[in-house]
Structures are given as C-alpha cells and as structure tokens.
C-alpha cells in the first residue's frame, strides 16, 4: 500500500461537514503533494524537492501558527456552491436510455441532474453529448476497425453463392459517429481550466454501451463480441486514468479531500479497517456505471432499419440481448476486481508526472518520520501518512426496474399475476405507468445511428408513459431510478 506523508496544524483540522478556512487548501495539499514526491518521484527530483522545501519549513509553520498576518493561499468558496457534501459528479457517456443527455433548449432535467440534486452536490460537470448529435460509442476507433473488417470481407466474397456475405449495409446504415467518444470526452475535461475551489469528492459516472450494442446487434456475433470485450478494457483504462491524473494537486481531476478530515476521523482514515471499510469516510476514487438496458426493449427498435435479406430484425434482436447480457457481465466482474485492488499503487503513476513540484506549496521534508515540535507546543507540525485512495465502485443495477415496470402493465392489462406477485402494483405507485410501449414523442422515421429522431407530436400526459422518446426514459421514471441509484449509494456507503 502507498502511503502520503501529511503536515497540518494537530489540533486545527476541519470537520468534514464545514468548508476550510483559508490556510486549509494548503494543509491539505500538501497530504498529497509530498506523497506523489516521495513515492513516485526520481530520486533526483526528491532530492530536489528537499532542497527546494527544507528553507521554508519555518515560512509554513508561521503562517499555520498565526505569526504573520500574511497569507499563502486564500479561500474565498462561492457560497452557493458551497454545499456540506462537497461533491462533484462528473459525467462521460452516450444520449442512454436513462436520459443522461440535454436537450438543445434543457427543458428536460436529465438523470445525472435528478441524482445530483438528490446527493446534494455542488457541481455536476456533462461531457455528455446534446440528445440531438449523433449518438456515441465508446470507441469510435475500434467500430471503425470493425466495418473496415466487414468492408474487406464482403469484397473478397463471392455474394452471388454467398448471399449472406453480402454486409455492405451494415456500413450504409451504421456508420462511424463523429461525435467524442470516450476518450475524446476524458481529454476534453482534462484539458479543462481549473475555476473556484476544488471540491471533497468527486463521484464519476459512466455510462456508454447503448449505441454500440445498436450498432453491433448487425455484425455477426464472432465479429461483434470482441468489439464488446475491448470496449470494456478501453473503459477501464480510462478509469484507471483519471485514478492517476486525480492524484495530482491543483489539476481539475483533483479532489480536496484531507482539507476536510476531522480530528475523530484521522486514525480511521489514515488506517482503515482491513474488512467492512466505511468508504464514506475515507478518501476515495468514487465511480458509478449503471447497468445497460437491452436496447430492443425501446420503442425505437421498431423502427430499426430492415437487414438485407438474408439477415433478419429478429437476429439482429438476439444479437442485441447477448450482448447487452455480455457487456453487464463483463462490467460487473471488472468492478469487483478493480475494487479488490483498494487503495494499491496505481501502475504507470511514474509516467503521470506526480512528483513535480511546480504544484507544490511549501512544506516539509519527505524523510520517513512522525513527530511533533515539542519547542512550540500544540502550534508544531505533525506528520502522518495517508493511504492512496481507496478504489470505490457500484453498478448500478436499475435495469431490473425498468422491466418490472414493462411486466407489471402487461400483466395487468393481461388481468393476471406471475410468480414474483407482478401484476398486482398500485396504480399511485411511482414506478407505474399506463403505458410502457409507446413513446409520448414518437416520429415516424425509420431510426439509425445517424438519423435518430427526437421529434414528433408531443402527448398530453407525459408522466403516464414510461418512455418520453422512442430511446429515452420519461422525467418520472428517471427520477425515481436516480432516487435508487442514491439509495444504494447512501446504502454501501460509497457517499
């Protein structure tokens, strides 16, 4: 386990509910700050970083003690923001079914919306493209990749005694989007500039696969499954990238956590349980993907565009069900082992430039040791260690929900029940819905990645539909579903 070296004033922590007074950014940098230096820096930029600090190990002690009227770093926080979490949720996705996307006008409160006002936080940061743009992949690269596969097979191919080989339409009707994938969306808010104070923690929200598997549901499943598989590998590194680029003070991946740790808490967070940590308590590297919804059960799949014969909707729907139960799966068993690593040294934190102390403000020398200035009482620096983030990760699996939703209407109308009592719902019930299979807004174009359509003649009673588009779920429905997902966040302590 890494461990972070720590100077703060012993008796002058913040409690985590109030926001720091002005020295205390500085307090908390330096947790982090010297940490990076000491464990991931060259030898020479340690050395460095000694010569450079040692001198003003007397500057930051008299400013922490209150000898000089001057100060090294103010912190004047916008009081609106100022929310007693502190928490920031930052969102890279697709236009999903949850309705993660705004539309042109934000008439409509998105998901990532609805569970941020439900968490409280402080901030919500989108990079997730208008619900009218293209809708996006993971990766557009690896889609590429795969129609030029597709592309040089049908042409090799004899379709006069092959017809099935003819898959020229897989090209014309699912084409690569221009809009940012994953990994455009990280560097974009990478590249952000830093503005206001930074915040506790940040909760991460990833929720891409709807549009791949619309895409993939066409190519044949020896072709589309290690599309699937490379996907979720992509989505990890880009994980475990903004894991590293969070390591580093003063940059917009950065959360100001130990500005805020309580006097009670630091033993614990300093040394947490083996088993049954409290992940609400400790620093963390927060991260939520919602559990994909199969894409056939949307109203739009009906209107997808007919294959070239001999290839049929009907295949192109099983595809999408395997798929969809191939991506969930292979999310789930790579949170939990990305989970399994706790608060471990990240690999490649060498290469991230952790060590440079151009982000450094003054603080002490990084020699391994833990004492107190006994000349100067209770004002002396003391020094502790502070584990690397603890790796904190949930799927959300809301999925179950929504098609509990679909059953119970069905049932109902059917006049009959199942084994798991669906069919008997009350009709006050938030989850219930006169209809599940029509849209309120419906076109009456045929739907493919590029021209998928979000107009049409509006209903009267949107709330009664479970679907507000023909992809999209209504207002009521993306509410109550952020409200569980903010359930089972407070649940597992993940908040």
Not at 151 to 166: C, E, G, H, M
Not at 253 to 276: F, G, I, M, N
């Amino acid at each position: 386990m890494g461990n972070a070296r720590w100077a703060a004033e012993a008796s002058e922590y913040q409690r985590v509910r109030d926001w720091p007074p002005k020295r205390s950014w500085a307090q908390g940098v330096l947790v982090v700050c010297s940490h990076r230096m000491r464990l991931s820096g060259p030898r020479s930029l340690r050395q460095m970083g000694i010569l450079l600090l040692g001198p003003l190990i007397i500057v930051i002690f008299l400013l922490s003690s209150g000898r000089t009227r001057q100060t090294v770093l103010k912190w004047s926080p916008d009081e609106k923001l100022a929310g007693p979490e502190g928490l920031r949720i930052v969102v890279f996705g697709s236009q999903d079914t949850l309705g993660s996307a705004h539309d042109a006008t934000h008439s409509r409160t998105t998901w990532p919306e609805h569970l941020c006002q439900m968490l409280k936080c402080s901030s919500l940061v989108s990079l997730v493209p208008p619900i009218e743009s293209q809708p996006g992949l993971i990766s557009n690269a690896a889609y590429n990749a795969s129609l030029s596969a597709v592309t040089k097979l049908t042409q090799s191919a004899n379709i006069t005694d092959v017809p099935a080989s003819d898959q020229f339409y897989i090209v014309e009707q699912y084409p690569v989007p221009k809009t940012p994938d994953l990994t455009a969306q990280v560097s974009k808010f990478l590249s952000m500039n830093v503005t206001g104070e930074p915040p506790r923690t940040t909760l991460w929200i990833f929720s891409f696969g709807t549009w791949d598997i619309w895409n993939l549901a066409a190519l044949p499943r020896e072709m589309s499954e290690p599309i699937i598989d490379a996907s979720v590998d992509l989505l990890f590194e880009q994980i475990d990238l903004l894991y590293r680029k969070a390591l580093k003070p003063g940059t917009i991946a950065w959360s100001d956590y130990w500005a805020h740790v309580a006097p009670e808490d630091l033993e614990y967070v300093t040394h947490p349980p083996e088993k049954r940590v409290n992940f609400s308590k400790v620093e963390g590297f927060r991260i939520l993907i919602p559990e994909l919804l199969d894409v056939s059960l949307t109203p739009g799949w009906q209107k997808r565009l007919a294959p070239s014969m001999p290839y049929t909707r009907s295949m192109e729907l099983r595809n999408a069900a395997s798929l969809t139960t191939r991506w969930n799966g292979l999310v789930s068993h790579r949170l939990e082992d990305w989970r399994r690593m706790r608060n471990d040294k990240p690999k490649g934190i060498e290469e991230e430039g952790i060590a440079m102390i151009d982000f450094m403000p003054p603080s002490i020398p990084p020699e391994h040791r833990e004492q107190e200035n006994q000349n100067e009482g209770k004002h002396g620096l003391k020094i502790t260690y502070a584990p690397y983030p603890f790796r904190v990760a949930l799927h959300a699996t809301i999925v179950s929900t929504i098609i509990t939703a679909m059953a119970e209407q069905d049932l109902q109308q059917a006049g009959i029940t199942d084994g798991r009592g669906r069919g008997t719902l009350s009709r006050k019930d938030p989850m219930m819905f006169t209809d599940v299979r029509t849209p309120c807004v419906a076109s009456e174009e045929g739907a493919n990645v590029v021209t998928v359509s979000r107009s049409g003649t509006k209903c009267k009673r949107p709330d009664d539909h479970l679907f507000y588009d023909e992809f999209t779920l209504g207002q009521r429905a993306s509410k109550q579903l952020a409200q569980k997902a903010a359930e089972y966040l407070h649940s597992q302590q993940v908040i």
